[in-house]
């Protein structure tokens, strides 16, 4: 950690900072400029509160050199994590990996009709909620387990993985045997209490950045999971809120480089949730898998305009199909398969 004092910084002002920093336990190195005194803090800086260094007197400005996350950081495994599932699928290798279904379950002849196209594309994952996070609570809610099971069953009748969305602790015991990948949304990533408990868990967590939340903040809150002993977690970008109106929220392509710099967990793209718009998902989604994505996850539906939640973000299978062929071209140019 690094404080730079003020031009005007008095030695008396210096002095306070060098004891506040010694009394937290780190070793200070003092460099005097013509101009200006740096303090280099060396050792536990993680648990520092900046601000607590901020606000003393004659401090310009505090920054942090080392990453507050350990075990999300891209140095705790330099050479990336490679999540396998049960039926030999990686995400984080070579292969990049295509996650497809409704935003919810909503029937049999649905659930089931979408398995057959996502696979004949050739997806790899079921997606679909069971539990949805509404902004109103007005809204279709979810078909709860029997949603699940209904998934699991079309799911193995195509040779499909299941990720489906899990909203509270109650919930991971009845979901386990139905779900191969445990979903967290955009609105529980702060949501610390239920990532410690999958932290517990023994299968793989796709962890949805949050609504308004930096790349810093994913990655702390992945640092939950990790802590707890489950270290196969996927991040998700899945658009931010910005000022822009356009797209529902905006799609942060750019997170997706960040995170694989700073971190060896697998991230993939949501351009489903990222735009809003479904004549917008396959170019944001090309641009995931271009920018380096481990794969994509998006929202298809039999008869997308009638789905039951965000049907104008929704493919149709066509669409799909389209798309699928599109993205493998893609990956080949940068070097992975699909
Ligand atoms: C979803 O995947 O349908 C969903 C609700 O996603 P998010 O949490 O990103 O809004
Ligand atoms: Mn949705």
């Not at 489903?272 to 944001?284: E, K, N, Q, W």
Request: hydrophobic letters at 45%; aromatic letters at 6%; charged letters at 20%.
């Amino acid at each position: 950690m690094i404080v730079a004092m003020q031009e005007k910084a008095t030695e008396e002002q210096i002095d306070a900072v060098i004891n506040a920093l010694v009394e937290c336990g780190v070793e200070v190195h003092r460099t005097t400029g013509e101009m200006q005194t740096i303090l280099a803090a060396v050792g536990k800086t993680s648990s520092l509160d900046l601000a607590q260094f901020e606000i003393m007197a004659g401090v310009m400005h505090v920054h942090r050199i080392s990453s507050p996350y350990k075990l999300a950081g891209r140095s705790f495994r330099p050479e990336g994590t490679v999540i396998e599932f049960r039926n030999g699928v990686t995400v984080g290798g070579k292969q990049v990996v295509a996650m497809g279904g409704p935003c919810s379950v909503e029937s049999r002849e649905q659930i089931f009709e979408t398995a057959r196209r996502v696979k004949g594309a050739g997806g790899t994952f079921l997606r679909g909620g069971a539990f949805k996070p509404r902004s109103s609570p007005y809204s279709f809610q979810g078909m709860g387990i029997a949603g699940l099971e209904m998934m699991r069953e079309a799911a193995e009748a195509h040779g499909l993985l299941v990720v489906s969305e899990v909203m509270e602790i109650a919930q991971i015991e009845p979901m386990l045997p139905h779900v191969d990948l445990f979903q967290v949304g955009a609105r529980n990533m702060q949501n610390f209490n239920l990532l410690r408990e999958l932290g517990q868990v023994r299968k793989p967590i796709l962890l949805k950045r949050g609504i308004a939340a930096t790349v810093e903040e994913l990655l702390l809150s992945s640092e939950y999971i990790l802590a707890g002993g489950n270290y196969e977690v996927i991040l998700c970008e899945r658009g931010i809120r910005t000022y822009e109106t356009s797209t529902r929220n905006t799609m942060d392509i750019s997170a997706i480089p960040v995170v694989k710099k700073l971190s060896h967990l697998p991230i993939v793209g949501d351009p489903s949730h990222g735009t809003g718009r479904r004549d917008m998902v396959a170019p944001l989604a090309r641009a995931a898998v271009a920018a380096g994505a481990d794969g994509i996850i998006v929202e298809v539906h039999p008869n997308a305009d009638k789905a039951a939640s965000d049907a104008a973000q929704t493919l149709y299978p066509e669409q799909f199909d389209q798309l699928m062929s599109e993205l493998r071209l893609i990956a080949t140019a940068v070097g992975r398969t699909f």
